[in-house]
């Protein structure tokens, strides 16, 4: 019954949506006739009227007489036009996609089956031209996925779009030079730093200890001379602390201070992961992804909306895009041969060989046990963009890192916080600042935050108590409350 | 004399590499108060159980990043009857042949002869998933919410506007910067069914893989809803017109059917 009701609204809509169409067209005819009646009539009223509707005119009759030519225009065809909607899906001139390149097919058909007729025999329906030619069986079995069958597309419209993919210049992939050597000066920076100051502290240490030695030497020769004997490094030093016993007493103080405050300062800094940039075992660019290629965080971070765990993309979503894109150049072909060993895919037959092999991650942002956080409370309930805490990523060349608090002072519409990132002190400082999301809280609509704002800001007494600064922050609504995180 | 200085060297450079090798581990995140209180003995996602608590398990170390659910494991999909029928496995388990795609391919389960939900779902020319209509009475003024397409216009955005664009007409910015091609114009697919629709994004169709370790099922149906206004501009009016707000309410979630508009029987020719 239910099938049966629908059946019928939808014919009938569909119906009605037809004649909308034609009414609108009838119409349109209309008020292109009726206003250059108008303007004839009118013409010479004024000369500055004149000019306008002139103009006006002709725009009309321009779309007037573009309508009358559309006709004609049909018996060119567009071969482009009719590949990318017929054919783009499965084939590409030069690649090999769900379907084989068509690039110089027309030739291959032509020559091998001997007949012109052959190939739009094939189009038209493959199953008929594989029994019927010999090449056509052989094509069958080229690829595993069945061809669709187009019996519509006339003799002409095959051979115009065949026409046309054999017209098109393969493009020649570019950058791929350029890309290598940015990556190994890269490389070549980040590793030079350290490796000169340690080749210059030996240097220095070398050159002190030959100075030393020498100066050794030659009081060892003095004091033979003389019949003295020579003292040891100990006596030496401590014959001179004696000498010069204020000073070396300072100097001690100081550096001990000094050797407190670093150490005070080291605590500092344990459990501080800013700026923490594992290595990985793909070298994966976010500014190819969601930079040039726009693909949201989302799509492959996927259970952020879900889940506490934002989610590391499983090979298997790689694919949905890499099984067509293989890489430009050598350095991008390698890495992307990482995820074909990954999901066991065969380049070559275009097929899941079946064994697969997981690839082994670093995990970035690491919190302690300790701690609960939830991606999707910040995410889908408090409207928060993944910018506001990872960065631009959109620029991220290198692979992910723990943004440093510096960078994401930077970001667009971020507060502005001063302590490091992935800390507590960052945590309930933005918490402290950040007022609570009041758009739409899930799709049940209504929600605990919605309804809390909306108390806020109706009843008086708690405006009072706690809208002194005239907003609703996380921290008024228990975000600094110990239990929220630590439990 | 010479054997002092050539060891002084020797043990500076040994304690220069030792000192080196200690700092610029790139893959150590630092030192930790009380790493008992970090790391948790429970399976948290993505931690590498190779060492934990000072306890080294070598079989582990390194060899996975996220783990498989237990086989047979079936996600919580809340207490809402309606949700948890719409995201079972309907009658029967993936078959046999299930191993060989891995939920990887456009793998046509159909042509094995298999009966199970999705397939069906093929032939199916109406859409399961009723949508959420939120009218909200202020004074005189109705406001009226699609809740259901609300929330597909967000799982559009994230999950298919790189290549399917954000007006569905296949132009998306994948295709822009010339990474991917062949994406067909929504509006051109209006002959397909609601269910041929769920089926190539639950099992992939052509050159896009399955979507299906990505959306659940309501997900996907809600999309099916969303990819029909770009066919019908108006598909939206079926369910606002029966969205009624009943007398002395000032807020009502109503549910309701989307009909498409345009149905032409699922041909050879747009399988």
Redesign the interface.
């Known amino acids: 019954m239910?099938?049966l009701n629908?059946?019928n609204?939808?014919?009938e809509?569909?119906i009605s949506?037809k004649f909308a169409t034609v009414k609108k067209y009838v119409f349109d005819k209309r008020l292109t006739v009726f206003y250059m009646k108008i303007s004839s009539s009118q013409m010479f009223r004024n000369l500055s009227k004149w000019c306008l509707q002139a103009v006006t005119a002709a725009l009309f009759l321009g779309t007037f007489s573009a309508n009358a030519q559309e006709p004609s225009a049909e018996t060119a065809i567009d071969g482009g036009k009719l590949f990318?909607?017929n054919?783009?899906?499965?084939?590409?001139p030069f690649k090999d996609?769900?379907g084989p390149k068509l690039y110089g097919a027309q030739t291959t058909w032509n020559e091998k089956t001997g007949s012109g007729e052959a190939i739009i025999e094939w189009v038209n329906n493959w199953e008929g031209a594989a029994a019927k030619y010999p090449y056509g069986k052989e094509v069958s079995l080229k690829k595993a996925s069945a061809m669709?069958?187009?019996?519509?597309l006339s003799k002409g419209e095959v051979v115009a779009i065949l026409d046309w993919v054999d017209a098109q210049v393969e493009?020649v992939a570019a950058g791929a030079a350029t890309a290598g050597t940015d990556g190994a000066a890269g490389t070549e920076e980040e590793e030079g730093f350290?490796w000169m100051w340690?080749i210059l502290?030996?240097l220095f240490?070398?050159i002190i200890?030959?100075v030393s030695?020498v100066r050794r030497?030659l009081k060892v020769a003095a004091g033979e001379s003389t019949g003295e004997k020579g003292l040891s490094y100990g006596e030496e030093f401590k014959k001179w602390s004696w000498k010069n016993l204020r000073y070396v007493l300072i100097g001690s103080v100081v550096i001990f201070i000094a050797i407190i405050v670093v150490f005070l300062q080291g605590l500092g800094?344990?459990?501080?992961?800013e700026g923490?940039?594992?290595?990985q075992p793909i070298d994966f660019p976010h500014t190819i992804h969601a930079g040039?290629?726009?693909?949201?965080?989302?799509?492959c971070h996927?259970s952020v909306t879900k889940s506490k765990?934002a989610?590391?993309p499983?090979v298997?979503?790689c694919?949905?895009?890499h099984?067509?894109?293989a890489g430009n150049d050598d350095a991008q072909k390698s890495k992307i041969a990482k995820i074909y060993a990954a999901?066991?895919w065969d380049i070559e037959k275009g097929v899941?060989a079946?064994t697969?092999k997981?690839?082994?991650?670093?995990?970035v942002h690491?919190l302690?046990?300790?701690v609960y956080f939830n991606h999707s409370q910040h995410v889908v309930v408090g409207g928060i963009d993944c910018k506001q805490c990872h960065g631009d990523m959109t620029k991220q060349k290198e692979t992910a890192k723990v943004q440093t608090i510096a960078e994401l002072n930077m970001v667009e519409g971020n507060v502005q916080l001063t302590k490091p990132t992935l800390t507590m002190g960052w945590c309930i400082e933005c918490h402290a600042e950040k007022e609570i999301s009041t758009g739409?809280v899930d799709?049940?609509?209504?929600g605990y935050y919605e309804e809390i704002h909306r108390r806020l800001l109706t009843d008086r007494k708690l405006y009072k108590q706690y809208l002194e600064d005239g907003k609703v922050t996380v921290k008024e609504l228990g975000g600094w409350e110990c239990a929220k995180c630590h439990y | 004399m010479k054997i002092r200085l050539v060891g002084g060297l020797m043990l500076t450079a040994i304690s220069i590499v030792l000192f080196e090798s200690c700092v610029s581990d790139k893959d150590s995140s630092g030192l930790e108060y009380m790493p008992d209180m970090y790391r948790s003995p429970a399976i948290e996602p993505y931690v590498d159980y190779g060492e934990i608590r000072g306890r080294e398990n070598a079989d582990l170390k390194m060899q996975q990043s996220a783990l498989t659910p237990p086989h047979g494991a079936i996600p919580y999909y809340g207490t809402n009857v309606e949700d948890v029928k719409l995201m079972m496995p309907w009658s029967i388990l993936p078959s046999a042949d299930f191993k060989l795609t891995h939920g990887l391919t456009g793998f046509d389960f159909a042509k094995n002869g298999l009966n199970t939900y999705e397939v069906d779902a093929l032939a199916w020319n109406w859409n399961p998933l009723m949508m959420d209509i939120e009218v909200v009475k202020t004074g005189e003024t109705m406001d009226r919410k699609n809740l259901t397409l609300d929330n597909a216009k967000k799982l559009y955005a994230s999950n298919c506007m790189h290549c399917h664009g954000e007006k569905g007409d296949g132009n998306g910015p994948m295709m822009k910067s010339g990474a991917f091609n062949g994406v067909p114009n929504y509006a051109d697919k209006s002959a397909l069914s609601d269910g041929q629709i769920f089926y190539s994004i639950y099992y992939g169709k052509g050159a896009m893989g399955s979507h299906a370790s990505q959306l659940n099922k309501k997900e996907i149906w809600s999309l099916v809803h969303y990819v029909r206004q770009f066919q019908n501009p108006d598909y939206d009016k079926v369910a606002k017109e029966s969205a009624i707000l009943k007398k002395g309410e000032e807020k009502a979630i109503v549910k309701v059917t989307a009909m498409v508009a345009s149905v032409v029987a699922p041909t050879e020719d747009n399988k």
């Open positions: 239910h099938h629908c059946h609204t939808v014919i809509s569909h949506a990318s909607t054919c783009a899906t499965c084939h590409n996609g769900t669709n069958k187009f019996p519509n493009p350290p340690v502290g030996t240490l070398v200890g030959a030695g030497q800094r344990i459990g501080v992961v923490y940039q594992p290595s040039d290629q726009g693909i949201d965080c989302k799509y996927n765990s989610g590391l499983t298997n979503v694919m949905n895009c099984k067509q894109i999901s066991g899941y079946g697969t997981p690839i082994v991650w670093n995990k690491v302690p046990d300790h739409s799709s049940k609509g209504g």
